[in-house]
């Protein structure tokens, strides 16, 4: 079993920074890729940025790719997501997501389906 709990969300306005955790219980927690997805108001979810089990593989989804940087503490249980230039349409609530590679490299990293645990999501409201 694994526990997920994201924090850092918040009120922000256009440009600014966030720094989101998501914090891990769990024996297992540094075996599982874990993926940062958001949810905007009205909207479907949709994926974020991922990160491999040892860090050295990341992905990110077009519109935050080159703003924001996902990493990994697995000492400490927890994976962070940096998020630079905010915009508002990255207003939504982020959550935090654990599957296992044998999973996700099968149905694919961002396939929300595949993540066995997930976390209680964070709220993030960038106003312009």
């Known amino acids: 079993q694994v526990q997920l709990v994201e924090s850092g969300g918040g009120l922000v306005q256009a440009g600014d920074s966030l720094r989101l955790s998501c914090a891990a219980s769990?024996?297992?927690?540094?075996?599982?890729?874990v993926g940062w997805f958001r949810q905007p108001p009205g909207k479907e979810r949709e994926c974020v940025a991922t990160i491999s089990w040892g860090g050295g593989a990341t992905y990110y989804a077009g519109p935050v790719k080159g703003r924001f940087a996902i990493s990994r503490d697995n000492a400490g249980s927890t994976v962070y997501l940096q998020m630079n230039s905010l915009k508002s349409e990255d207003t939504a609530v982020y959550y935090c997501?654990?599957?296992?590679?044998?999973?996700?490299?099968?149905?694919?990293?961002?396939?929300?389906?595949?993540?066995?645990?997930w976390g209680q999501g964070t709220q993030v409201t960038v106003s312009s």
């Open positions: 769990g024996r297992t927690f540094n075996k599982h890729i």
């Open positions: 997501a654990a599957g296992t590679a044998l999973q996700l490299m099968t149905a694919g990293l961002c396939d929300a389906e595949a993540y066995d645990y």
